[in-house]
């Protein structure tokens, strides 16, 4: 079977500005998908400055004919064997915008393109607030979960960022012995799985859900294994939070969702950030991931096991 290259938007910088060949990303006879995400990524925080790198990532698009896949919650939606409300949207356009625009005041009047007569437009505000709103939730989300579970972490949340100790809050001893035995019951996994459909619920045909019939039953049962690999790696991120000291990152939500893309072993995602690698192994799906470059060389099924879990991004999506 084909496989399918699911890169993220450090890949896309990149290949754009030829630090890679697409040679060090896909084999011969590959597929190689990006994520609606990349493209907001590139949008919501476009600016002067960025202007020339974000337009190289985007012409990396055009140019390798890089294909897109669904937005996260439509292709769960697809992934649960529900009916689409409406066709996912596609980010084609604005791809098009800015690979194609030569300065952050043209792109936002407006690209003319006279054959199909219309003009491509971004509008760089909207993206940011709707990329931070998303982002936000997300991270106040498990802040929440943090709170509720880790001793003396509200008090140190609730102190002035610029005050507080260095040292994050975290699990210890027996406390964090009951959580890790926690994320390992299938009833952890369950409330995951349970997630992932709700998600799913959101672009779904509410016409379509109706009552539970034997072939919904079958299609949630095929489902739980195609968004197995995401479940155990979104565990892992979890337990890095509860036990390790560490702060949720907004860019992590959408690099995290990467991997519900990640169906089976011939759906690969590309990427070369130690966290996502790291975080892999420690789930059991190194055989998920690719690394790429001079750095690692094309390798699936390696990861450098002594990887820090927290990496500077070369690039603020």
Same mark, same amino acid.
């Given at each position: 079977?084909?496989?399918?290259?699911?890169? &993220?938007?450090?890949? =896309?910088?990149?290949?754009? #500005? *030829?630090?890679?060949?697409?040679?060090?990303? /896909?084999?011969? %006879? !590959? +597929?190689?998908?990006?994520?609606?995400?990349?493209?907001?990524?590139?949008?919501?925080?476009?600016?002067?400055?960025?202007?020339?790198?974000?337009?190289?990532?985007?012409?990396?698009?055009?140019?390798?004919?890089?294909?897109?896949?669904?937005?996260?919650?439509?292709?769960?939606?697809?992934?649960?064997?529900?009916?689409?409300?409406?066709?996912?949207?596609?980010?084609?356009?604005?791809?098009?915008?800015?690979?194609?625009?030569?300065?952050?005041?043209?792109?936002?009047?407006?690209?003319? &393109?006279?054959?199909? =007569?219309?003009?491509?437009? #971004? *509008?760089?505000?909207?993206?940011?607030?709707? /990329?931070?709103? %998303? !982002? +936000?939730?997300?991270?106040?989300?498990?802040?929440?979960?943090?709170?509720?579970?880790?001793?003396?972490?509200?008090?140190?949340?609730?102190?002035?960022?610029?005050?507080?100790?260095?040292?994050?809050?975290?699990?210890?001893?027996?406390?964090?012995?009951?959580?890790?035995?926690?994320?390992?019951?299938?009833?952890?996994?369950?409330?995951?799985?349970?997630?992932?459909?709700?998600?799913?619920?959101?672009?779904?045909?509410?016409?379509?859900?109706?009552?539970?019939?034997?072939?919904?039953? &079958?299609?949630?049962?095929?489902?739980?294994?195609?968004?197995?690999?995401?479940?155990?790696?979104?565990?892992?991120?979890?337990?890095?939070?509860?036990?390790?000291?560490?702060?949720?990152?907004?860019?992590?939500?959408?690099?995290?969702?990467?991997?519900?893309?990640?169906?089976?072993?011939?759906?690969?995602?590309?990427?070369?950030?130690?966290?996502?690698?790291?975080?892999?192994?420690?789930?059991?799906?190194?055989?998920?991931?690719?690394?790429?470059?001079?750095?690692?060389?094309?390798?699936?099924?390696?990861?450098?096991?002594?990887?820090?879990?927290?990496?500077?991004?070369?690039?603020?999506?």
């Amino acid at each position: 079977m084909t496989k399918t290259i699911i890169i &993220d938007t450090h890949v =896309l910088y990149d290949i754009g #500005l *030829n630090n890679v060949s697409i040679k060090d990303v /896909r084999k011969p %006879g !590959e +597929r190689l998908c990006y994520s609606p995400i990349s493209v907001i990524e590139l949008v919501s925080k476009l600016d002067d400055r960025s202007f020339d790198d974000r337009k190289a990532a985007a012409g990396a698009i055009l140019m390798h004919g890089i294909h897109e896949l669904p937005d996260p919650e439509s292709h769960l939606t697809n992934t649960f064997g529900y009916k689409l409300a409406e066709p996912a949207p596609s980010y084609a356009d604005a791809v098009l915008a800015l690979a194609e625009g030569h300065c952050l005041d043209e792109v936002k009047r407006g690209i003319p &393109d006279y054959g199909n =007569l219309v003009r491509r437009t #971004l *509008n760089v505000p909207f993206a940011a607030t709707w /990329r931070d709103k %998303g !982002e +936000r939730e997300w991270v106040d989300s498990l802040i929440h979960l943090m709170v509720e579970n880790i001793p003396r972490f509200r008090k140190w949340y609730a102190t002035d960022s610029d005050r507080r100790s260095p040292s994050v809050p975290k699990l210890r001893g027996d406390e964090k012995q009951r959580f890790l035995a926690g994320m390992r019951s299938r009833e952890w996994f369950a409330q995951v799985i349970a997630g992932c459909q709700m998600r799913a619920f959101i672009k779904a045909d509410n016409r379509a859900l109706g009552r539970i019939t034997r072939k919904k039953v &079958d299609d949630l049962v095929a489902a739980i294994p195609k968004i197995e690999c995401f479940t155990h790696i979104y565990t892992q991120y979890l337990v890095r939070l509860m036990t390790e000291g560490l702060l949720p990152r907004q860019n992590d939500s959408g690099d995290i969702d990467l991997f519900l893309y990640s169906t089976d072993d011939d759906h690969i995602v590309a990427t070369n950030e130690k966290k996502w690698i790291a975080l892999a192994e420690s789930a059991g799906f190194t055989r998920r991931i690719r690394t790429y470059g001079h750095r690692h060389g094309m390798a699936e099924r390696q990861c450098d096991h002594n990887c820090p879990y927290e990496e500077a991004a070369r690039y603020r999506h």
